[in-house]
């Protein structure tokens, strides 16, 4: 067996289609020059974590001091619910120092063409705003979710994010997902991730969602796979084929289900941020005996702002239709959009409903069971302050009670890449790590 074999990923090898696949590569290999080049981006893909870290390249020597320094927490024990992949560890090390340096490139980048620009998230880089919200829990819940933030009666200040899905701040008219980033104020209980990494905010709890029920990647080891495509330089044919291309391979001909999931997802259009169903994709324990995923529904209160097409031809015209939507001198005071908040519960939740966030819950006994509303009043947010404190907000799935643990493969992971990204942005940006959140009464 060759070097390179021998270090391929087991899965690989144990997958009937893979390994078909890779076959038909050697053949093709063996007889044309095309199928010598597709072959190679294969060995790419069976490349250690510490190969992958190597071919991504060091950040200029005067960052790279912010890659060695990175602060992150062992990974939590598992539930009952969970089980890790072998490798699984590493895997997340390489992840989190590509997360890291991809902050640091964009950031050089920027600073080239724009002297004042910032670090940005290594995901969801570009905002299109941030407000302020309302989270107001139901009078009255089903027994056994009436648990952590999900008191009955009880009302939360919040902060929202809503942002592309991509890495730098690209057009609303190009393909991409939408996402939505909600953070509770004045919780009561100290959450997980200020027990992990001392010097965070406490009475805080997160909720992470996007605009498509699942993720386009499985697990761990899926997302490795995929940032070794995209992230990394690589070799031979895979050195000059653009991105597209490259995520191509990745999904077809062997994840074309999860595939299909990522185009969907790219080419799902919205018209406002305040019109879109968002969903945690990865799944959360609720109390100690369920799993659920969140799930944000839009409740229309009023009509929408009519837009013109030219307006919904700029590249901001996401960030305009809430500018639009939320304007104060448009509306009357009291309006304000409304979603509804819900949670999905798996029936007889198993280890694989869990560590595979493609897969859709769709048994018979799965129940969605609506827990509150988000209200969001009319406003003003696009100031110059407003606009540096919302890039200064930091989201993470395990800026959560103990009650809503993150349960999965890729909630390990996002705790040590999100950590990752935000010690590195904050440091280029010269931002305290225990910023303070606090804002006016809504």
């Given at each position: 067996?060759?070097?390179?074999a021998?270090r391929?990923?087991?899965r690989?090898?144990?997958?009937?289609?893979q390994?078909?696949?890779?076959?038909?590569?050697?053949?093709?290999?063996s007889?044309?020059?095309f199928?010598r080049?597709?072959d190679?981006?294969?060995?790419?893909?069976?490349?250690?974590?510490?190969?992958?870290?190597?071919?991504?390249?060091?950040?200029?020597?005067?960052?790279?001091?912010?890659?060695?320094?990175l602060?992150?927490?062992?990974?939590?024990?598992?539930?009952?619910?969970?089980?890790?992949?072998?490798?699984?560890?590493s895997?997340?090390?390489?992840?989190?120092?590509?997360?890291?340096?991809t902050?640091?490139?964009?950031?050089?980048?920027?600073?080239e063409?724009?002297?004042?620009?910032?670090?940005?998230?290594?995901?969801?880089?570009?905002?299109?705003a941030?407000?302020?919200?309302?989270?107001?829990?139901?009078?009255?819940l089903?027994?056994?979710?009436d648990t952590g933030?999900?008191?009955?009666?009880?009302?939360?200040e919040?902060?929202?994010r809503?942002?592309?899905a991509f890495?730098?701040?690209?057009?609303?008219?190009?393909?991409?997902?939408?996402?939505?980033?909600?953070?509770?104020?004045?919780v009561?209980?100290?959450?997980?991730?200020?027990?992990?990494?001392?010097?965070?905010?406490?009475?805080?709890?997160?909720?992470?969602?996007t605009?498509?029920?699942?993720?386009?990647?499985?697990?761990?080891?899926?997302?490795?796979e995929?940032?070794?495509?995209?992230?990394?330089?690589?070799?031979?044919?895979?050195?000059?084929?653009?991105?597209?291309?490259r995520?191509?391979?990745?999904?077809?001909?062997?994840?074309?289900?999860?595939?299909?999931?990522?185009?969907?997802t790219a080419?799902?259009?919205?018209?406002?941020?305040?019109?879109?169903?968002?969903?945690?994709?990865?799944?959360?324990?609720?109390?100690?005996?369920?799993?659920?995923?969140?799930?944000?529904?839009?409740?229309?209160?009023?009509?929408?702002?009519?837009?013109?097409?030219?307006?919904?031809?700029?590249?901001d015209?996401?960030?305009?239709?809430?500018?639009?939507?939320?304007?104060?001198?448009?509306?009357?005071?009291?309006?304000k959009?409304?979603?509804?908040?819900?949670?999905?519960?798996r029936?007889?939740?198993?280890?694989?409903?869990?560590?595979?966030?493609?897969?859709?819950?769709?048994?018979?006994?799965?129940?969605?069971?609506?827990?509150?509303?988000?209200?969001?009043?009319?406003?003003?947010?696009?100031?110059?302050?407003?606009?540096?404190?919302c890039?200064?907000?930091?989201?993470n799935?395990w800026?959560?009670?103990?009650?809503?643990?993150?349960l999965?493969?890729?909630?390990?992971?996002?705790?040590a890449?999100?950590?990752?990204?935000?010690?590195?942005?904050?440091?280029?940006?010269?931002?305290?790590?225990?910023?303070?959140?606090?804002?006016?009464?809504?």
């Open positions: 067996m060759s070097r390179a021998s391929r990923p087991s690989v090898t144990t997958n009937g289609r390994s078909s696949g890779v076959r038909v590569l050697r053949w093709l290999h007889t044309s020059r199928g080049e597709i190679t981006v294969f060995s790419s893909i069976r490349k250690t974590p510490a190969e992958v870290a190597e071919d991504f390249g060091s950040p200029p020597n005067y960052y790279q001091q912010l890659v060695e320094s602060e992150l927490p062992d990974r939590p024990e598992l539930t009952k619910f969970e089980r890790a992949l072998p490798g699984e560890a895997a997340i090390r390489t992840v989190a120092r590509i997360a890291a340096s902050v640091i490139k964009n950031y050089s980048n920027a600073k063409a724009h002297p004042a620009a910032k670090a940005m998230r290594d995901q969801h880089a570009k905002s299109h941030c407000l302020r919200a309302r989270f107001v829990v139901n009078d009255t089903p027994a056994g979710f933030v999900f008191k009955p009666h009880q009302t939360y919040a902060l929202l809503f942002s592309n890495g730098t701040r690209e057009s609303d008219r190009n393909p991409d997902g939408r996402g939505m980033a909600i953070k509770l104020l004045n009561s209980g100290r959450n997980i991730l200020s027990t992990l990494v001392p010097g965070l905010p406490a009475g805080e709890q997160d909720f992470l969602m605009n498509n029920p699942v993720f386009f990647c499985k697990d761990v080891a899926d997302y490795l995929l940032m070794k495509l995209t992230a990394s330089p690589g070799h031979g044919l895979i050195a000059r084929l653009p991105v597209p291309a995520i191509f391979t990745f999904f077809f001909p062997w994840r074309i289900r999860q595939g299909i999931t990522f185009v969907a080419l799902h259009r919205i018209e406002s941020p305040l019109l879109a169903t968002y969903h945690s994709m990865t799944p959360y324990q609720l109390g100690g005996d369920k799993v659920v995923r969140y799930k944000v529904t839009p409740k229309q209160t009023r009509r929408p702002v009519p837009r013109r097409g030219s307006e919904m031809r700029r590249d015209f996401l960030h305009d239709s809430l500018v639009a939507e939320l304007d104060p001198t448009r509306h009357h005071a009291e309006d959009a409304v979603f509804d908040f819900s949670v999905q519960v029936h007889a939740a198993r280890p694989d409903d869990v560590e595979d966030a493609s897969r859709l819950w769709q048994r018979r006994s799965d129940k969605t069971i609506p827990l509150g509303r988000i209200e969001i009043p009319l406003q003003t947010f696009d100031g110059p302050d407003q606009i540096s404190r890039e200064d907000l930091s989201f799935p800026n959560s009670l103990p009650e809503h643990r993150p999965g493969g890729l909630n390990r992971m996002r705790l890449v999100y950590l990752a990204s935000m010690q590195v942005r904050r440091r280029l940006n010269l931002v305290a790590t225990g910023a303070d959140h606090r804002v006016a009464p809504v």
